[in-house]
């Protein structure tokens, strides 16, 4: 583990402004008690009790919360269903002709789902999944593009009980089929295709392919998003469409009664080592925290048209484009594409287009306008934002303050917001109507979150030093364990600091209180916004048949937050050339995904290892990044890393 940089210490800890509420925020925020930071502090409990009594029970729960660490229940004994609480109670309101969705196609092609619509949808393709043997409890697969099929197939299996496990689409085969196997999924919704920047990605092909290898696959759905350009090949007795299997189903479809601590999906991610996480996170516990936050978080109005640019593969996705928006009864708006397709301003014309009031984005995403230029959102409107947000990265000044000026046009508070995959939920970021800001920092724990930033004894440091971002109490919407391997999730969160969940974050904390986050301490990178495991990318180099030996680092980028760089040791008799760099960039796509394609690699002749055989790569990320060499008393032959750095200097 790896101590968070001392120049990004010293740069962040130069930042000294700060921006206050804006006064008429202030005054009409849903979060605008001070007050309300004690009251939770106090009883936590009861401060969550309150917020679960905003959703549609069946039954109510005994106990809101049972903690033997680190397995926690919440809201014990309820029964309700996230799909009912997302759309059935709101179709049945007067919010059944609001819209729900509001979908943008990258071609152009758009469309509203009211709530009345949407319950419909799902109701039609619950009873499909249904007559294709899918049961409360079986694991379903769903690996698409931003369609609003996607929405609608998750709240589908959360209408009958049955956890999804969505596969972001931008994965390979190999990634796909992993993680089926790894959940048992018993059936794959997919799309015949996705655009992407005009052009086709073959999603169904990709699908054939993983289920070469997938037993307990049965059936596959397929949107028909492309048509006949796809070329889908379908499988008799495997393969069904999707308009085929809903326009037979019935649009009536009961809620399946849920227990609150039910698995509601099961979300791959990246750890340190070994294969992708199932993050675990079960129905009621996490549909409170995400509604909760996202109502005080994002400051939710009823009119509000809301905008979260992530991809529904990610947990970013899960929270906070579905499941937190539909249970606060809101607007949230669907992109299919990218932020450059047909143009640079794309963004800012679907914000003036439909009046968006609240956007939710990442930094790396903001670096990319910043090198785009001011030009381009100069060209709109952009009046009807009054709050922004990030995630995904910490988020250097400047890029804060440009989003502020250019963006914000110096009006919209803005919303930097800590979390993970395994955290379900926003833990740390202000309170937009409560907090004053400073760029680049996440500021404070949100009412009920108890975070610490420790020494690697379990001590807390003093303002101002840098150490460990801890989570000292349960949260509701904390993931309950890792899907088949609980020995893991106490091995990897609950380890270092016996009963603290350790985030794998570096983290400081200054005189006000403030957090600044510093990236990963770990072995994990954060490549534009995406979690990959240098384990992951280093799996995938040596599968190649040239390769012998691969250490990956995650390298500081100007745009993508970091890059990816490899270096390799080849087997005998291989020549290392520019060929062969191109074929192992492709090589790691096709084995993970475009993702994961390094940016870098570097043929080097030995790795600087320690005496027991570990690769040393502090020292590598050292060279990359032109840094004084670190403590090398530890190696082997210290002489292969002074020659490597020599090396680098001379090709890189
Ligand atoms: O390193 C932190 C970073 O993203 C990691 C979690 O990645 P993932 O599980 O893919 O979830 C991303 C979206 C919630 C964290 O461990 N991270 C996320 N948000 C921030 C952040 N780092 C700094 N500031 C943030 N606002």
Same mark, same amino acid.
């Given at each position: 583990?790896?101590?968070?940089?001392?120049?990004?210490?010293?740069?962040?800890?130069?930042e000294?402004?700060?921006f206050?509420?804006?006064?008429?925020?202030?005054?009409?925020?849903?979060?605008?008690?001070?007050?309300?930071?004690?009251?939770?502090?106090?009883?936590?409990?009861?401060f969550?009790?309150?917020?679960?009594r905003?959703?549609?029970?069946?039954t109510?729960w005994?106990?809101?919360?049972?903690?033997?660490v680190?397995?926690?229940?919440?809201?014990?004994?309820?029964?309700?269903?996230?799909a009912?609480?997302c759309v059935?109670?709101?179709?049945?309101?007067?919010?059944?002709?609001?819209?729900?969705?509001?979908?943008?196609?990258?071609?152009?092609?758009s469309?509203?789902?009211?709530?009345?619509m949407l319950?419909?949808?799902?109701?039609r393709?619950?009873?499909?999944?249904?007559?294709?043997?899918?049961?409360?409890?079986d694991?379903?697969?769903i690996y698409?593009?931003?369609v609003?099929?996607?929405a609608?197939?998750?709240?589908?299996c959360?209408?009958?009980?049955?956890?999804?496990?969505?596969?972001?689409?931008?994965?390979?085969?190999?990634a796909?089929r992993?993680?089926?196997?790894?959940a048992?999924a018993?059936v794959?919704?997919?799309?015949?295709g996705?655009?992407?920047r005009g052009s086709?990605?073959?999603?169904?092909a990709?699908?054939?392919?993983?289920?070469?290898?997938?037993?307990?696959?049965?059936s596959?759905?397929?949107v028909?998003?492309?048509g006949?350009?796809?070329k889908?090949?379908?499988?008799?007795?495997?393969?069904?469409w999707?308009?085929e299997?809903?326009?037979?189903a019935?649009d009536?479809c009961?809620?399946?009664?849920?227990?609150?601590?039910?698995?509601?999906?099961? +979300?791959?991610?990246? *750890? @340190?080592t070994?294969? %992708?996480?199932g993050i675990?996170h079960t &129905?009621?516990?996490?549909?409170v !925290? #995400?509604s909760?936050?996202?109502?005080?978080?994002?400051?939710?109005?009823e009119e509000d048209?809301?905008?979260?640019t992530?991809?529904i593969?990610?947990?970013?996705?899960?929270?906070?484009?579905?499941?937190?928006p539909l249970?606060?009864g809101?607007?949230? +708006?669907m992109?299919? *594409? @990218?932020?450059?397709? %047909?143009?640079?301003?794309?963004?800012? &014309?679907v914000?003036d287009?439909y !009046? #968006?009031?609240i956007?939710?984005?990442?930094?790396?995403?903001?670096?990319?306008?910043?090198?785009?230029?001011t030009?381009?959102?100069?060209?709109?409107s952009?009046?009807?934002l009054?709050?922004?947000?990030?995630?995904?990265e910490?988020?250097n000044?400047?890029a804060w303050?440009?989003?502020?000026?250019?963006?914000?046009?110096?009006?919209c508070?803005?919303?930097?917001?800590w979390?993970?995959?395994e955290?379900?939920?926003?833990?740390?970021?202000?309170l937009?109507?409560?907090?004053?800001?400073?760029p680049?920092?996440?500021t404070?724990?949100l009412?009920?979150?108890?975070?610490?930033?420790?020494?690697?004894?379990?001590?807390?440091?003093g303002?101002?030093?840098?150490?460990?971002?801890v989570?000292?109490?349960?949260w509701?919407?904390m993931?309950?364990?890792i899907?088949?391997d609980?020995?893991?999730?106490?091995?990897?969160?609950?380890?270092?600091?016996?009963?603290?969940y350790?985030?794998?974050?570096?983290?400081?904390?200054?005189?006000?209180?403030?957090f600044?986050?510093l990236?990963?301490?770990?072995?994990?990178?954060?490549?534009?916004?995406h979690?990959i495991?240098t384990y992951?990318?280093?799996?995938?180099?040596?599968?190649?048949?040239?390769?012998?030996?691969?250490?990956v680092?995650?390298?500081?980028?100007?745009v993508?937050?970091?890059?990816?760089?490899?270096?390799?040791?080849?087997?005998?008799?291989?020549?290392?050339?520019?060929?062969?760099k191109?074929?192992?960039?492709?090589?790691?796509?096709?084995?993970?995904?475009?993702?994961?394609?390094?940016d870098?690699?570097?043929?080097?002749?030995e790795?600087?290892?320690t005496?027991?055989?570990?690769?040393?790569?502090?020292?590598?990320?050292?060279?990359?990044?032109?840094?004084?060499?670190?403590?090398?008393?530890?190696?082997?032959?210290p002489a292969?890393?002074a020659?490597?750095?020599t090396?680098?200097q001379?090709?890189?």
């Open positions: 583990m790896s101590a968070p940089s001392e120049k990004s210490l010293a740069a962040l800890l130069d000294r402004r700060t206050a509420p804006p006064e008429d925020f202030r005054r009409r925020a849903n979060a605008s008690d001070p007050g309300i930071y004690d009251r939770a502090l106090r009883d936590p409990e009861a969550w009790a309150a917020e679960a905003q959703l549609d029970w069946f109510p005994q106990k809101v919360l049972e903690w033997n680190p397995w926690a229940k919440w809201f014990v004994g309820g029964k309700l269903n996230v009912y609480n059935d109670r709101h179709a049945h309101s007067a919010r059944r002709n609001k819209a729900a969705i509001i979908w943008e196609g990258e071609p152009g092609d469309c509203v789902l009211t709530y009345g319950e419909r949808e799902v109701n393709f619950a009873n499909a999944l249904r007559s294709l043997g899918v049961a409360k409890g694991r379903v697969a698409m593009g931003m609003p099929e996607l609608i197939a998750m709240l589908a959360a209408k009958i009980g049955a956890p999804h496990s969505i596969v972001f689409g931008g994965f390979a085969a190999e796909l992993e993680r089926i196997n790894d048992k018993k794959v919704v997919t799309c015949d996705a655009w992407r086709i990605v073959p999603l169904k990709s699908v054939d392919e993983a289920l070469r290898g997938t037993p307990t696959i049965q596959v759905v397929v028909r998003r492309i006949d350009a796809a889908a090949a379908m499988q008799a007795g495997r393969d069904v999707w308009h299997v809903t326009d037979a019935s009536q009961a809620a399946e009664p849920m227990d609150a601590e039910d698995m509601l999906f099961v +979300l791959y991610t990246s *750890g @340190t070994g294969k %992708p996480k675990v &129905s009621a516990g996490y549909l !925290g #995400v909760t936050t996202h109502r005080y978080v994002f400051d939710i109005k048209v809301y905008w979260c992530a991809d593969g990610w947990v970013t996705g899960h929270s906070y484009i579905v499941y937190g249970a606060n809101a607007t949230s +708006l992109y299919e *594409g @990218t932020p450059d397709y %047909p143009d640079r301003d794309r963004f800012w &014309s914000i287009k !009046g #968006v009031n956007f939710y984005t990442a930094p790396t995403a903001i670096r990319t306008f910043m090198r785009w230029g030009e381009l959102p100069a060209r709109h952009l009046s009807s009054r709050l922004l947000g990030t995630v995904g910490p988020i000044p400047e303050i440009w989003y502020h000026d250019y963006i914000g046009r110096r009006r508070p803005i919303v930097d917001t979390w993970q995959t955290t379900g939920m926003i833990l740390i970021s202000p937009p109507g409560l907090t004053a800001t400073k680049g920092s996440a404070r724990p009412p009920g979150i108890v975070a610490e930033v420790v020494d690697a004894k379990g001590d807390a440091v303002p101002g030093a840098g150490g460990y971002l989570l000292k109490r349960p509701p919407a993931m309950r364990t899907y088949g609980p020995d893991r999730y106490v091995q990897q969160y609950w380890s270092r600091y016996p009963g603290v350790f985030t794998g974050d570096g983290c400081k904390v200054d005189e006000d209180s403030y600044w986050l990236g990963r301490v770990d072995d994990v990178m954060n490549v534009a916004g979690r495991s992951e990318v280093e799996s995938a180099l040596v599968d190649h048949s040239s390769v012998a030996e691969a250490a680092i995650g390298r500081t980028h100007e993508k937050g970091q890059g990816i760089s490899a270096f390799v040791t080849l087997k005998e008799g291989v020549t290392p050339d520019d060929a062969l191109n074929e192992l960039k492709q090589h790691v796509v096709g084995k993970i995904g475009a993702i994961a394609r390094p870098e690699i570097f043929f080097v002749s790795l600087p290892k005496r027991s055989a570990k690769i040393m790569r502090r020292l590598l990320r050292d060279i990359a990044e032109g840094r004084i060499l670190g403590d090398t008393t530890t190696l082997a032959d292969v890393v020659r490597l750095k090396q680098y001379e090709e890189g």
